[in-house]
C-alpha cells in the first residue's frame, strides 16, 4: 500500500507547488484559465493510476479479488457487514473522483459558454458531472483491465511509477524556476 501513497502523494504535491497554497478553493481558482490536466498531463497519469491503486480497483484488487468466487478478506461477512465493507469501498471511489476532479479538471469552474443568471447552483451540478465521469472510468478499468499478480505490481509500483513520481516532483518546481513562474500568495 506504501508504493501507492508514496506515488500519490507526490502527484498531490505537484499540484500544489503549482498554486503554491493548500487550499482547495486556491487550487481551483488557478485552473481558471487552463486546467491543469493539460499541463500536467503525465502527472495526472500517475495520479490515476494510483487512485486506481488505493481503491483497490481491478488491476490492483488483490486484496479482495471481489470478481472471484470466494471474495477474499470479507469471505465470511454477509448481510450489512459486506454491504458496509462495499459502501465503504464506493465511497473512497467518490473520494478519488472527486479529488481528481478538483486538483486536475477544474473542480466546480466550468467554461463560459453561459452567464448563470438562474438559481441553479450550477457550480456544485458540474463537481458532480465531473465526479460522476471519473467514477465512470474507474467501473470501466475495472470491466476492461486484468488483475496483476503480487510480484508483478511490486515491480510496477516501485521501479516503474515511483521513480517518474520522483522525476516529475523535481521536474516540475525545476520548470517553475526556469521559467521564473513561481506562484506567489499575498
Known sequence: MIS??????????IV?????????????????????????????IVFFIS????????????????SELV???????????????????????????????ILFFGGYNMPELFINDTFVNLQSIVLGLKTCLFCFLFVWFRAT???????????FCWTGMLPIAIALVVLVPSILV?????PYQN
Open 145 to 155: 483491465l486484468p488483475r496483476m499478480r503480487y510480484d508483478g505490481l511490486m515491480v
Open 178 to 182: 526556469a521559467f521564473d513562474i513561481i
Open 4 to 13: 501507492y501513497e508514496l506515488v500519490l502523494g507526490s502527484a498531490i504535491l
Open 51 to 66: 487512485a486506481l491503486a488505493e481503491t483497490n480497483r481491478t488491476p490492483f484488487d488483490l486484496p479482495e479479488a471481489e
Open 71 to 101: 471474495a477474499g478478506f470479507f469471505t465470511e461477512h454477509s448481510g450489512m457487514i459486506f454491504v458496509f465493507f462495499f459502501l465503504g469501498e464506493y465511497c473512497s471511489i467518490v473520494l478519488m473522483s472527486t479529488l481528481t476532479a
Open 16 to 44: 500544489i507547488i503549482m498554486t503554491g497554497s493548500f487550499n482547495i478553493t486556491t487550487i481551483i481558482e488557478n485552473q481558471e484559465a487552463i486546467w491543469f490536466v493539460v499541463p500536467l498531463l503525465p502527472v495526472f
